[in-house]
């Protein structure tokens, strides 16, 4: 069974317009939500993370936005550019726990 | 340079054959992963590692088996009893377990089986 649901699969965006990703969780326990970015060939990198306490956190141009009622975060990324083509992965996982459950993956192609 | 690495980055196997993949971090984290990468299904955890000596079975265990017998190492040996080995097999680090520890990732090792 699937931990953290993730949409869509795949996403095309022109650049300069808004990538956005989705994911939802069912386990209340969870409360921290990472997003890894992997280049094909590559290990993922973490990207941006936030916690529950928060209902938004951005770095530059790359913003999570947090419901808690919902049990839903997502991605934007806004301005996208081709160096942003990758694969996404939203991530879940309780304080208590030893281990992330992942997503399935997004993969975003930004065309020039 | 410190990170992790992961050997080797291709790797093919007959059927029935066991295969032992190798990771080493220089990070000096005391936690370690395996994952198994498929299309379409995400990360999935094998096994992890929160000290010398000890490791802990993730969801999908069946088939693999690991030891980690000193921090910096932590192979992974896929066995013949796993019935579709061929996937993307990444190893991770962090500092220690609990999840607000960032997980370092290594490039991977592609096991195909022939």
């Known amino acids: 069974q699937q931990q953290v649901k993730q949409s869509p699969q795949s996403l095309i965006v022109q650049k300069g317009g808004i990538s956005i990703i989705n994911c939802a969780y069912e386990?209340?326990?969870?409360?921290?939500f990472p997003w890894y970015q992997q280049f094909p060939g590559k290990g993922p990198a973490l990207l941006i993370a936030?916690?529950?306490?928060?209902s938004e956190k951005k770095e530059g141009r790359f913003t999570i936005s947090f419901n808690k009622s919902a049990k839903q975060f997502s991605l934007h990324i806004m301005d996208s550019q081709p160096g942003d083509s990758a694969t996404y992965f939203c991530?879940?996982?309780?304080?208590?726990?030893?281990?992330?459950?992942f997503g399935t993956g997004t993969s975003l192609t930004v065309i020039p | 340079d410190g990170g992790i690495t992961q050997s080797p980055k291709y790797l093919f196997r007959k059927e029935g054959q066991n295969v032992t993949l190798s990771c080493e971090q220089n990070?000096?984290?005391?936690?370690m992963y395996w994952y198994r990468q498929d299309p379409g299904q995400g990360l999935r955890l094998i096994y992890y590692?929160?000290?010398?000596?000890?490791?802990q079975k993730g969801d999908i265990a069946e088939g693999y088996s690991v030891s980690r017998e000193k921090k910096e190492s932590f192979p992974l040996t896929v066995t013949s009893a796993q019935k579709n080995p061929t996937a993307f097999y990444l190893c991770?680090?962090?500092?220690?377990?609990?999840?607000?520890?960032?997980?370092?990732f290594g490039p991977g090792t592609r096991l195909t089986v022939l």
């Open positions: 991770a680090s962090s500092i220690g377990t609990g999840n607000y520890n960032e997980q370092f």
């Open positions: 386990n209340t326990a969870f409360d921290y």
């Open positions: 936030i916690r529950p306490d928060v």
């Open positions: 991530a879940a996982s309780k304080n208590t726990g030893n281990q992330f459950y």
């Open positions: 990070l000096n984290h005391d936690a």
């Open positions: 590692s929160q000290i010398v000596n000890d490791f």
